[in-house]
């Protein structure tokens, strides 16, 4: 079956800029990560929503960032007024929310390459 | 704060030369610790779920196990298409009850014909 989906693939703005990139989950995942990764680094939490709700946005680093899954299946993360620090790849990631408290294994999208000129 | 460590940072093998992957951790609440497989350019891999101390996984010429503080990630007689990054995450609860994911920064594996 399909995967998760990213698009798009690379995007290059310039600082200041508005961007949205869009995440396309498993079809019936119910959970939906974004996460930031930087070269040489693990992937790092952004934002988790269990379906249309963000339920935990502890790692949004600050106010330009937010996103949302309107539907509970498509996720949109939106950064305003885009900083050369941003530049990135974000990954989007799926999953099932497991029973009796565990969590399944997340599926991850490609990434999308942001690069903040 | 959950922290996630993993060594060796980078980890050169020769092909059939049998190691081990370290990730060690620090966590309040673990619901579950990943092991996942990132090849250049792409998104991370899943490769096992452990979700409490003593349990083990295998698939193929991997074998995941976990203690209370860290977890370990054999690779038996490897092979060139071995050769990725292996992350380590943990998934825990946090103050405000919601659940959190924390990754390592990976160890680098080449694996020499």
């Known amino acids: 079956g399909a995967g998760v989906s990213q698009t798009p693939s690379n995007k290059v703005t310039e600082k200041g800029k508005y961007v949205e990139l869009r995440c396309d989950p498993i079809?019936?995942?119910?959970?939906l990560y974004w996460y930031r990764q930087s070269l040489g680094q693990g992937p790092e939490f952004l934002i988790y929503?269990?379906?249309?709700?963000?339920?935990?946005d502890s790692g949004l680093p600050n106010d330009r960032f937010f996103a949302v899954r309107p539907e509970g299946s498509v996720s949109t993360l939106k950064i305003q007024r885009t900083e050369r620090g941003d530049s990135a790849v974000y990954l989007c990631?799926?999953?099932?929310?497991?029973?009796?408290?565990?969590?399944?294994?997340?599926?991850f999208g490609p990434g999308t390459r942001l690069t903040v000129l | 704060e959950d922290q996630v460590t993993q060594s060796p940072e980078a980890l050169r093998l020769q092909e059939g030369e049998s190691s081990s992957l370290n990730c060690s951790y620090t966590?309040?609440?673990?619901?579950?610790l990943f092991w996942y497989r990132q090849d250049p350019g792409k998104g991370p891999e899943f490769l096992f779920t452990?979700?409490?101390a003593g349990e083990e996984k295998e698939k193929e010429r991997l074998k995941a196990t976990l203690t209370k503080k860290e977890s370990f990630l054999h690779i038996t007689a490897p092979k060139p298409e071995d050769s990725a990054t292996y992350l380590c995450?943990?998934?825990?609860?946090?103050?405000?009850?919601?659940?959190?994911?924390?990754f390592g920064t990976g160890t680098k594996l080449q694996v020499i014909p």
């Open positions: 929503f269990q379906g249309t709700g963000a339920a935990d």
């Open positions: 990631a799926s999953s099932l929310k497991g029973v009796a408290g565990r969590y399944n294994e997340q599926f």
């Open positions: 966590v309040s609440g673990l619901r579950g």
């Open positions: 995450a943990v998934q825990a609860m946090n103050s405000g009850g919601y659940q959190k994911v924390t």
């Open positions: 452990l979700y409490s």
């Open positions: 079809s019936g995942h119910t959970a």
